[in-house]
């Protein structure tokens, strides 16, 4: 295993792995009634409210930004990709509500004291190596005022080690996404071989993220700046060793 490759995420491979394909394949991956009730589990699990000001931390393309705008939340979105910010401000657009997206690194956020409450979903925390993963929190703690909430959904790592190498396929129409997956036991990290096969072309991209357990979690959190520290598994419910997500919510 080659050290770079399972030690950190550089800028560039995240654009390249967050581009339109990325996308293209997304509404089969999360079809509307999937990203509808998890944008409920994310306002039940923040304990959100009408006007709450809520920042979410690699938004994407906006599928949950932009429904929390529509039950009433102020919301802004940062993301390293362009294309996908584009992506998120149309729907934005479409829906009818006001989102501030801005493109930028989680690692280093231009606001301060300012939401009610932050998240990032769907494994989005991880990239990075230890330290510039802890500077993530850090950073989010400084985004919150007094009292803010912080949710992470990341992948349990239980879940994940019963799988060697599993491989996902996703098609739509005639174009495939194939997703290679193994486990650097040594780093602690989920590496994904992805394989976009699109319109005659074929395109390469990999990832890779940490696969921090809760006791490291709380430890990070606290040391970041947040109280209390909660765990839950996926859709809110009882975490265990074979829940596939691991949520933490964390209090500051």
């Known amino acids: ?24 394949f997304g509404d089969v991956i999360n079809p509307s009634e999937e990203s509808d009730r998890q944008a409920g589990v994310v306002c039940d699990l923040l304990h959100l409210r009408q006007g709450d000001s809520v ?26 990709s362009p294309i996908l910010l584009k992506k998120a401000e149309a729907d934005a657009a479409k829906r009818g509500v006001n989102v501030e997206y801005v493109l930028g690194d989680m690692r280093s956020l231009p606001w301060r004291d300012r939401f009610d409450a932050a998240f990032l979903c769907f494994t989005t925390f991880g990239y990075f190596d230890d330290a510039d993963n802890e500077r993530v929190l850090r950073e989010a703690a400084s985004s919150l005022r007094k009292g803010g909430r912080l949710l992470i959904d990341h992948a349990n ?17 005639d174009d495939l996404r194939i997703d290679i997956m193994s486990n650097d036991v040594l780093s602690d990290r989920r590496i994904v071989e992805r394989i976009i096969v699109r319109d005659g072309c ?17 430890r990070m959190l606290r040391s970041a700046g947040f109280e209390t520290v909660e765990a839950y598994g996926q859709e809110g419910g009882t975490f265990t060793s074979d829940s596939s997500s691991l949520v933490v919510v964390a209090y500051k």
Do not use: W
């Open 1 to 24: 295993m080659n050290d770079e490759m399972s030690s950190t995420v550089s800028l560039p491979e995240l654009e390249a792995y967050f581009s339109e394909d990325y996308f293209h």
């Open 157 to 173: 790592r239980f879940a994940f080690l019963r799988h060697s190498s599993p491989i996902y396929v996703v098609q739509r129409n």
């Open 202 to 218: 074929v395109r390469r991209t990999h990832i890779s993220f940490r696969q921090y357990g809760f006791s490291e979690f709380v």
């Open 55 to 80: 920042l979410e931390l690699g938004c994407g393309y906006g599928r949950i930004t932009n429904r929390l705008a529509e039950k009433g939340a102020r919301v802004a979105g940062l993301d390293i």
